[in-house]
């Protein structure tokens, strides 16, 4: 089968397309024939080798995708050959034609949802549920900022607080991202560049604040961020690509609290949690995974460079 494979630690260019063996299933696991696999921002600091979480070379990368069940090993049950799926995680990569995945790893994935789409959850929605719910505490009725809505984890975390009974804020960089966030149930989408935006946030809180904002950029937006904040407000942390200086009196005079988590630390118990809502999700229509961009398996390269990129539209998926 073919799979994409990382000899060396680097830039895209160390992304190569190779034939290597077919996969077989051991006990309890499950081989998927992959349709399509999702991009994250984390598998490029992976590939850089700068990410916390170093695989021994050569590896294939991602942890997302989306097909149908080829063949189990002994002891897997409530699986069929056939059936479609998602998984969430594998054991060998999912940038390739098959992935290998524990049988708890692997989900359904309802007929009203495509094989693009099911590449598009596992990290970005699992990681939403986790930091709005798990972590952050949000409640029906409390007011979230989701700062930076445009991107995968932006658009599950729309979707997740709406589906829960939030007031959802969102942001976008560009004009075609805050489309796409208001075509997904924000209440109020602003413009993260705009001089001016949080002034605007104040005045849509009525001078209140917000209970709690995802942060897709802490480093750029965390000082901000805490002084928007409604009275027990929380930051949960998503995403940082640097050092950033806060004033922590603002935390102080808000009895407010900053959060922080990876999507790693999380147990198979709340795993299996966050997995059960998404498939709910799904089946009742409530989640919807937006895919921006389409890239053959090939071009897992451009992939990376374009996830990368500002002006983010949903999630970039590889077909196999
Ligand atoms: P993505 O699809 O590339 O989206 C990035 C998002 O960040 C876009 O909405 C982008 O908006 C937004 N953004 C850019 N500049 C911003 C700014 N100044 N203020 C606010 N938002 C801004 O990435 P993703 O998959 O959603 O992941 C988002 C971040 O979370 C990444 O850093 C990723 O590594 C991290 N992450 C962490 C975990 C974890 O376990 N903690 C798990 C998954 C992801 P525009 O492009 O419209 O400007």
């Excluded at 680097?10 to 190569?16: D, Q, S, W």
């Excluded at 692997?106 to 939403?128: C, E, I, K, M, R």
């Excluded at 640097?242 to 795993?271: K, Y």
Aim: no cysteine; hydrophobic share 45%.
């Amino acid at each position: 089968m073919k799979a994409i494979r990382v000899h060396e630690f680097g830039g895209p260019e160390v992304l190569k397309l190779e034939y290597v063996h077919d996969l077989r299933a051991g006990a309890g696991q499950v081989v998927v024939r992959v349709a399509a696999a999702g991009v994250n921002p984390y598998d490029t600091y992976m590939r850089q080798g700068t990410y916390a979480i170093k695989p021994p070379l050569p590896y294939t990368p991602g942890s997302d995708a989306a097909g149908t069940v080829e063949s189990m090993g002994e002891g897997v049950e409530g699986l069929a050959a056939g059936d479609r799926v998602y998984v969430g995680g594998t054991l060998s990569g999912a940038y390739a034609e098959q992935t290998l995945a524990e049988a708890w790893q692997v989900h359904p994935l309802p007929p009203s949802v495509s094989f693009d789409q099911g590449a598009a959850l596992n990290v970005p929605y699992a990681t939403a549920y986790r930091a709005l719910l798990q972590i952050g505490r949000a409640l029906p009725g409390e007011t979230v900022l989701i700062h930076g809505a445009s991107g995968g984890v932006g658009v599950a975390g729309v979707q997740w607080a709406r589906a829960a009974g939030m007031k959802v804020i969102g942001t976008g960089g560009t004009e075609r991202g805050r489309e796409m966030v208001a075509a997904q149930g924000a209440h109020h989408v602003l413009d993260h560049r705009a001089p001016d935006y949080l002034d605007q946030l104040m005045k849509l809180t009525g001078g209140r604040g917000v209970d709690v904002i995802l942060e897709m950029l802490a480093n750029v937006n965390l000082a901000k961020d805490l002084t928007v904040l409604a009275t027990k407000g929380r930051v949960v942390v998503i995403g940082n690509r640097g050092n950033i200086e806060i004033n922590p009196r603002d935390i102080m005079r808000r009895d407010a609290a900053v959060l922080g988590f990876t999507l790693w630390g999380a147990s198979r118990q709340e795993l299996d949690s966050i997995h059960a809502a998404l498939v709910a999700g799904l089946e009742n229509g409530s989640l919807r995974p937006v895919v921006g961009k389409e890239l053959p398996l090939a071009e897992a390269a451009q992939a990376h460079r374009t996830v990368m990129e500002p002006g983010a539209h949903g999630k970039i998926v590889l077909v196999a």
